[in-house]
């Protein structure tokens, strides 16, 4: 399995990394592990934005932007 190595890491962040890990009952390297393999598993920002667009560009295409516009307005109290 490979190794990652982290520089240059801040002093405080080092700290609350090695605070949470304790807390945990989990060593540093166990903890870090944990972390990445969670925030990889979360959506990338920028995939869901792209999934949204074209969400969007596709209802625009299929209904019209002016037809878009009218039920806005017409779905207003």
């Not at 990394?17 to 540093?28: E, N, T």
């Amino acid at each position: 399995m490979p190794t990652l190595q982290i520089r240059d890491v801040p002093d405080e962040l080092s700290r609350e990394l090695k605070a949470r890990a304790a807390a945990a009952g989990q060593s540093l390297s166990q903890f870090a592990l944990a972390e990445l393999t969670r925030a990889m598993k979360r959506p990338r920002v920028d995939l869901l934005w792209a999934q949204i667009d074209a969400r969007v560009v596709d209802r625009l295409d299929d209904v019209g932007a002016a037809a878009t516009v009218r039920a806005d307005r017409d779905a207003r109290p």
